[in-house]
């Protein structure tokens, strides 16, 4: 058996003592799964115990490994495991392309960088946007700019918290089919949680409960 | 609480704010104005510059006040970023914010007891490990340095910057930020400094300008901690300015206008510092290290200087109050052989009558004050619109124009209609440094309050003035009663203003604890550095307290509401 994706082993998540999620999965590199649950119900606590920042009361147990890598002690800067969230968390001090500087790992000379940088921005349909100021562009490019930040950090697995939800219907869509994407052709293990069946749906992937249950995306 | 009628037609409460802004503004200008002028007659500037202490003591201001300024932001902002969600922030908290309260001048007698070469440290290290049977010669308290004046001004201002860091942290979404730079894999340090310090900073900026002005220009800290040959220029112009027969007059003027200069020179200094930091930092992220190695180290010097200065300052009371109780104390013996009353007895009555008449000018001047903000916030919420965002900065205008560079005009002034020497006059100098506190104090928690309240009583037909007095301000009680601790703890710490608009002649808790400290009678200065401790405490417990008598029936209110 491979070691690489990333593979949860009985993954226990409890809030003071009451259990909020079991899981044993393992997702292969490219494939996305879907969470679905109501909200409140401990999504994005999972997700923030699964990059290694466990909000007060809650407890993790289990395994997690990443790449035949073990994770459970390592901490959140050192997992290679990217986050987005619901909204988008630009940093409005700096420019968009600073933005994504903050993402890239060190390597290669100030203007290589700088050019990888404006790459990317090309490449995703944002060229010439590395001066602009993130609070002069429209939804659907902040997200593009934040996933952007993300898979420049090059890491090994993306987790995505409901990250379309704050977007346009027409928008939603869009966005979506940007991301996988990109994590297929890179292929990252992806964690989406959502309580969107649309979400789970164009994810393409297996719908699974907080207890690892199959789920109808419908 | 009685039902009051309504303010008629809100007449009084459009007066607020122009009020507000003349005590804010006036004060300041016609002061300044009045403390250059005699500088520039034949003899003042000439007569500065004949000084020979001139150089060494515009040095000893820059280099304290720049100084311990930049260590105080720097340790406030290690702090908020390696400890603010981890349970020892809790602990540090709580010691801190108590010691917001305490006057610089009882923090600066503490400290100085301290480390004083006859002090609790060096007693508590000798004979066993320094060999020490008589105090040693060493020049650790007021230094030519000055690095023990940097040092209480360090621990003073700490607490300051970090509780108001604290305030500000909510609006720079800090938890979320962090964990996204931590995602990208960068060390904690790292992170806040990019995602975190560049938004929270903009929200610090005119504290920190504050600090830096107090800093620059503390008179009683100096004169406590402070190196006396020569002093730092702002104790001086005070000792020019406290020369009986005014001869000094002009050259104190020609001091006070170079110290203003110099407080403007180093905040231009400081915003050029800031631009320079601002291109460091872009610089550093292009360059893409993650600097994860930093963490443990910044962790541990975070943790060491937070309570470590909290302990110094703790430490510092503590000996204030054994001195105070001390019998025969000997040189090496690191605790005193006896313990009395004694002291506190020969001096109750001196003591409760300066008591008495700091309570009475600290109530005035809180008093005025509190009223004057709540009308400037009810003609707001009346209105329906806030000040712009440079009137309201103007609030920060008593704290950022040094005390040494306007008290001087004021105190000619009150000379010459009058009123110089008597407790009223104090009282409103007073009023001039209290109002911004208990504005920046009360603002956010009337501000924050549920609009739908008042307008939903409107509904029901009650008249704008019940809603003040039946609805909002019982509902605001515990951000009212916080805000006048803070204004009367602000009162009874002011040292320099009542020296010098009481003409000596008003003996507060501080400025009589001030004038013993030269005096070296060590029970004495304690019992009198502990006592202006007092009432600050008395006034946060009843903030504390009365809320929860009060609505002890009431549980909505209780929660968190008796912060």
């Known amino acids: 058996m491979s070691n690489a994706g990333l593979h949860l082993e009985n993954l226990e998540l409890r809030l003071r003592g009451s259990l909020l999620a079991r899981l044993s999965l393992r997702v292969a590199p490219g494939e996305v799964v879907s969470l679905m649950a109501a909200s409140g119900s401990g999504k994005s606590s999972l997700l923030a115990a699964l990059i290694g920042a466990l909000p007060p009361g809650f407890t993790l147990s289990g395994g997690l490994?990443?790449?035949?890598?073990?994770l459970t002690a390592l901490p959140t800067a050192a997992r290679r495991i990217g986050l987005m969230f619901q909204e988008d968390i630009l940093f409005d001090h700096l420019s968009v392309g600073e933005n994504l500087a903050f993402g890239l790992p060190r390597g290669g000379s100030r203007a290589t960088r700088r050019a990888e940088v404006a790459a990317a921005l090309a490449d995703a349909g944002l060229e010439g946007f590395a001066t602009r100021d993130p609070a002069t562009l429209s939804g659907g490019q902040r997200a593009r700019v934040a996933l952007l930040r993300a898979l420049l950090a090059r890491p090994e697995a993306l987790l995505l918290d409901e990250p379309f939800s704050r977007l346009d219907a027409g928008l939603r869509d869009q966005i979506r089919r940007f991301t996988f994407a990109r994590t297929r052709a890179q292929g990252l293990p992806v964690i989406l949680v959502t309580h969107d069946p649309a979400d789970a749906r164009a994810a393409g992937g297996p719908v699974l409960d907080l207890f690892g249950q199959p789920v109808s995306p419908t | 609480m009685t039902a009051r009628p309504a303010l008629h037609g809100g007449r009084l409460l459009t007066l607020a704010p122009g009020l507000a802004l003349a005590v804010l503004v006036l004060p300041v200008l016609g002061g300044l104005l009045t403390s250059f002028a005699p500088g520039f007659g034949p003899d003042g500037f000439a007569r500065l510059r004949g000084w020979p202490g001139l150089p060494g003591a515009v040095r000893l201001s820059l280099v304290?006040?720049?100084?311990?300024?930049?260590?105080?932001?720097?340790?406030?902002?290690?702090?908020?970023?390696?400890?603010?969600?981890?349970?020892?922030?809790?602990?540090?908290?709580?010691l801190l914010s108590p010691l917001l309260a305490v006057p610089h001048a009882a923090a600066a007698l503490g400290l100085a007891f301290l480390i004083a070469p006859s002090g609790w440290i060096v007693r508590a290290l000798s004979p066993w490990a320094t060999g020490w049977k008589v105090?040693?010669?060493?020049?650790?308290?007021n230094d030519p340095m000055g690095l023990a004046l940097m040092l209480g001004l360090v621990a003073k201002e700490l607490p300051f910057l970090?509780?108001?860091?604290?305030?500000?942290?909510?609006?720079?979404?800090?938890?979320?930020?962090?964990?996204?730079?931590?995602?990208?894999?960068?060390?904690?340090?790292?992170?806040?400094?990019?995602?975190?310090?560049p938004p929270l900073y903009a929200r610090l900026r005119l504290p920190v300008l504050a600090v830096l002005a107090y800093a620059m220009t503390t008179v009683e800290m100096a004169a406590i901690l402070g190196?006396?040959?020569?002093?730092?220029?702002?104790?001086?112009?005070?000792?020019?300015?406290s020369d009986p027969g005014l001869r000094a007059l002009p050259t104190a003027a020609a001091g006070a206008a170079l110290q203003f200069a110099l407080v403007l020179a180093a905040m231009a200094g400081w915003l050029l510092a800031e631009r320079v930091g601002r291109a460091a930092l872009r610089w550093r992220l292009w360059g893409g290290r993650r600097a994860t190695g930093l963490d443990p180290a910044a962790r541990v010097l975070a943790g060491v200087a937070g309570f470590g200065l909290a302990a110094l300052l703790l430490l510092s009371l503590a000996g204030l109050g054994l001195w105070s109780l001390a019998g025969l104390w000997p040189f090496p013996a690191a605790l005193p052989e006896g313990i009395g009353l004694q002291v506190w007895?020969?001096?109750a009555p001196s003591l409760l009558a300066s008591l008495g008449l700091t309570l009475l000018i600290a109530l005035v001047s809180t008093g005025a004050a509190l009223a004057l903000v709540l009308g400037c916030l009810e003609a707001e919420t009346r209105r329906g619109r806030r000040p712009s965002a440079s009137i309201e900065a103007l609030i920060y205008l008593p704290l950022l124009v040094p005390q040494i560079a306007?008290?001087?005009?004021?105190?000619?002034?009150?000379?010459?209609?009058?009123?110089?020497?008597h407790w009223p006059a104090v009282a409103a100098a007073h009023l001039v440094f209290v109002l911004p506190y208990v504005f920046l104090s009360?603002?956010?928690?009337?501000?924050?309050?549920?609009?739908?309240?008042?307008?939903?009583?409107?509904?029901?037909?009650?008249?704008?003035?019940?809603?003040?007095?039946?609805?909002?301000l019982p509902l605001l009680l515990a951000p009212v009663l916080t805000a006048a601790a803070l204004g009367l703890a602000v009162s009874v710490g002011q040292y320099l203003p009542t020296l010098l608009i009481g003409g000596g002649r008003v003996g507060t808790l501080t400025t009589e604890a001030v004038a013993l400290a030269s005096g070296g009678n060590r029970r004495l200065i304690g019992a009198w550095g502990l006592a202006q401790l007092v009432l600050p405490a008395l006034g946060f417990a009843l903030a504390l307290a009365l809320p929860r008598l009060i609505f002890r029936n009431r549980r909505a209110l209780l929660v968190g509401g008796g912060r």
């Open chain 1, 65 to 70: 490994r990443l790449n035949g890598r073990d």
């Open chain 2, 442 to 472: 009360l603002a956010p928690a009337w501000r924050s309050m549920d609009p739908r309240l008042s307008l939903l009583a409107a509904s029901l037909g009650a008249a704008p003035g019940r809603i003040l007095w039946r609805l909002r």
């Open chain 2, 345 to 347: 007895r020969n001096t």
């Open chain 2, 162 to 197: 970090l509780l108001m860091g604290l305030a500000a942290l909510p609006a720079c979404d800090a938890p979320r930020r962090l964990t996204v730079a931590a995602a990208l894999g960068h060390g904690r340090l790292q992170g806040f400094a990019f995602a975190v310090w």
């Open chain 2, 227 to 241: 190196p006396s040959l020569p002093p730092t220029l702002s104790l001086q112009v005070a000792q020019w300015m």
């Open chain 2, 64 to 94: 304290t006040g720049l100084g311990s300024t930049a260590i105080a932001l720097a340790l406030a902002a290690l702090i908020l970023a390696m400890l603010v969600d981890r349970p020892a922030f809790g602990v540090l908290r709580r």
């Open chain 2, 406 to 421: 306007m008290l001087p005009g004021l105190q000619m002034l009150a000379l010459a209609a009058g009123f110089q020497g």
């Open chain 2, 135 to 141: 105090p040693p010669d060493l020049l650790i308290l």
